[in-house]
T-cell receptor, first 113, second 112 residues
Framework: DTAVSQTPKYLVTQMGNDKSIKCEQNLGHDTMYWYKQDSKKFLKIMFSYNNKELIINETVPNRFSPKSPDKAHLNLHINSLELGDSAVYFC????????????FGDGTRLSIL | ELKVEQNPLFLSMQEGKNYTIYCNYSTTSDRLYWYRQDPGKSLESLFVLLSNGAVKQEGRLMASLDTKARLSTLHITAAVHDLSATYFCAVGGGGSQGNLIFGKGTKLSVKP
């Protein structure tokens, strides 16, 4: 059983389009995250939700909007895609933000043409 | 602002050799994690280190944490090809819940 699942795995689209990435976790965790990994493999947190409440909102363009309909889901919507948005986006979850590791999904590779 | 530095960023080693990856961080934290990432794959949690002097071992990998020196090490013993991957350390940031700051990763290549 997949613990943290993201869809789609690959997303190829044109500049200016709007797209969404979905994430679901079946671990019963309270906290979920979105990370961006750039072409140099550098990972940076974008957002974090705890029990559907936004708790981390790093310096991210407001074209990116996370939505958490329930604590098992955290989706990421991106408006007006730009070339610089090309990256791998990882969803992650953790039970206890303080002491537990974060479990990562397989990533969504976003390519902007 | 918390900064995390790993070195080396690239490591090519022969099978059977030992080596250490270093992770330094700039401000106080009591949470440090090591992850492994294979090419094109997700991140796999290796170790969770939560206290000064913590040492954890799994197979050929051993991680330690010195919170006073703000340093963690990942020691590789008698490397094998299967250990080839990118290794990240991540440090718990002080403010926001669950905020992890990642190092840039160490790409390890183990050659026969």
């Amino acid at each position: 059983d997949t613990a943290v699942s993201q869809t789609p795995k690959y997303l190829v689209t044109q500049m200016g389009n709007d797209k969404s990435i979905k994430c679901e976790q079946n671990l019963g965790h309270d906290t979920m995250y979105w990370y961006k990994q750039d072409s140099k493999k550098f990972l940076k947190i974008m957002f974090s939700y705890n029990n559907k409440e936004l708790i981390i909102n790093e310096t991210v363009p407001n074209r990116f909007s996370p939505k958490s309909p329930d604590k098992a889901h955290l989706n990421l919507h991106i408006n007006s895609l730009e070339l610089g948005d090309s990256a791998v986006y990882f969803c992650a979850s953790s039970q206890d933000w303080r002491n537990q590791p974060q479990h990562f999904g397989d990533g969504t590779r976003l390519s902007i043409l | 602002e918390l900064k995390v530095e790993q070195n080396p960023l690239f490591l090519s080693m022969q099978e059977g050799k030992n080596y250490t990856i270093y992770c330094n961080y700039s401000t106080t934290s009591d949470r440090l994690y090591w992850y492994r990432q294979d090419p094109g794959k997700s991140l796999e949690s290796l170790f969770v280190l939560l206290s000064n002097g913590a040492v954890k071992q799994e197979g050929r990998l051993m991680a330690s944490l010195d919170t006073k020196a703000r340093l963690s090490t990942l020691h590789i013993t008698a490397a094998v090809h299967d250990l080839s991957a990118t290794y990240f350390c991540a440090v718990g940031g002080g403010g926001s819940q669950g905020n992890l700051i990642f190092g840039k990763g160490t790409k390890l290549s183990v050659k026969p």
